[in-house]
């Protein structure tokens, strides 16, 4: 067979050397022993997408990585105090030298010290390239005596400039002196100012406030406006009534908008573009539309488009124990027959002709009721595990009892009057 032969030519072309009698298939395991002479079963598949054919050279083998561990604990004069191996990226529970309890993770003791309550043993080579790149760079470093990569010292350039700098920041290729770089608050005050006017726009701010303050200025549109240099530096813009993110300008333009339609808005104060606000259409419909989809071209009232949510559900997949609930306009029966072929054939609760936008605050009732229990849905943001059923139908039992009792008392007055 092909993928037989690619992998024996495979393994042969690794060092490595077949043991195994019969082919099993692509996708089984197939012992073979490495150069360095470890035996191990590889995938056919694995190798011949470029994995190599031996975790312990590899550094992946379980039971290397738990020798590596206990030699590096060994190494260091610490004792593990959980006797099982638990995993190269699990904490174990370890006593230092010094008689700490500390909580090292297998795999990261390469980079980092067995514990953390020690005082960070003093690295003469790191020492020696941080000062020893300092003075390349035509710097001294004023400090005497070093405390770490991730701590400040003070340094001196070639220009008599004072700084503070990281050493590990240092050698990720960034400068020491801001002001002989580019990053010189001078430079970049006189930047911001040069990109804004090649915007079309004015910087009324007369001083530097900082890289990430913002500053007054107007755009080409006569829109005063406050970027920050930081962003605007990275080609993000100076006004956001312009890129249509300004809220204030949001929430005008949404009110003129239903106005424009004969509506009246009846939400007291602004909520967000995403989020529902209640309104009253001409007709004297109440709705919740977002303002985004109003101003994206969508109407104002769901019942005048015949797209009036009066109707919620819960079902059922009793094979998955997954429950599902969500609304619907006018007959359900479609929706149904769409989700009882998805295997949601148990049809829990149905109700139907629930008035204004009862179903949709319904259902955010719901999902609140769920968020408030730390329930996560299983796919989507309706599907839910079945043991959140009876949370459920509280819910929407209290939501509709309190509905039909509103609708009597609207009812006897009605008929009083």
Known sequence: ????????ARVEELGGEV???AWGGAR???RIRCAEGHESTPHPTHVQNGGGI??????RDPKAAEAAFRARLAEVGATLVEPEWRGAIVRHQAKCSAGHTCYPI???????RVCTKCPQPVSVEAWGKFRKRVEELGGEVLDQEWRGSRQTYSVRCSEGHLSQIWPIGLHRGRGFCGSCTDRSSQRTWERFKVHVEQLGGVVLEEAWKGNNETHACLCAEGHQCAPRPAHVLKGIGICRVCARRDPRAAEVAFRARVKELGGEVLEPAWLGSAKPHRV???EGHEGAPLPSGVQGGGGICRV???KAWDVFYVVADEINDTVKFGITSGNPRRRLGAHARDGFDSVIRLVE???GDLAPRLERAVLAALRDAREEPVRGREYFPARVLGLVLDVVDGWTAASSDANLLLLASEEAA
Do not use: D, I, Q, V
Not at 1 to 8: I, L, Q
Not at 106 to 112: K, V
């Open 353 to 355: 002709g629930l008035p």
């Open 106 to 112: 297998p795999h990261m003791l390469r980079h980092n």
């Open 280 to 282: 009253r259409c001409p």
């Open 54 to 59: 031996c975790r312990t050279c590899a550094g």
């Open 28 to 30: 089984k395991g197939h």
């Open 19 to 21: 043991l195994y009698e």
């Open 304 to 306: 005048c488009a015949g």
């Open 1 to 8: 067979m092909r993928a037989e032969a690619a992998f024996r």
